[in-house]
């Protein structure tokens, strides 16, 4: 059963924007944080954005000010609008909750190129 499917990656030149979206099953979304993580080539996978059931949010210093993570309780979604993109922002980009599922869904890639 898919529990976790995130989209919206894509290919975006320096300074661009995208805007993830991930549908989660309910299970997870219950969840207290709900988070966006992301894995470059060649790195660990780190958490990025978080957001709380009620709407409390937190970011990474590396995204502050650039991301902003949000949900739809309605919808079992969560979100990640990212602007000012750079090339450091290449990677993976996932969602699950904290702490992770152990069960991942198969991500949706960003890459920044110019």
């Known amino acids: 059963q898919v529990q976790l499917v995130e989209s919206g990656g894509g290919l975006v030149q320096p300074g661009g924007s995208l805007r993830l979206s991930c549908a989660a099953a309910?299970?997870?979304?219950?969840?207290?944080?709900m988070a966006w993580y992301r894995q470059a080539p060649g790195k660990e996978r780190e958490m990025v954005a978080r957001?709380?059931?009620?709407?409390?949010?937190y970011y990474v210093d590396s995204v502050k000010g650039r991301f902003t993570i949000s949900r739809d309780n309605a919808k079992s979604a969560v979100y990640l609008q990212m602007n000012s993109l750079n090339l450091e922002d290449t990677a993976v980009y996932y969602c699950n909750s904290i702490p992770p599922r152990d069960s991942w869904g198969r991500g949706t890639q960003v890459t920044v190129s110019s």
């Open positions: 309910e299970i997870i979304f219950s969840s207290y944080y």
């Open positions: 957001i709380t059931r009620e709407g409390n949010t």
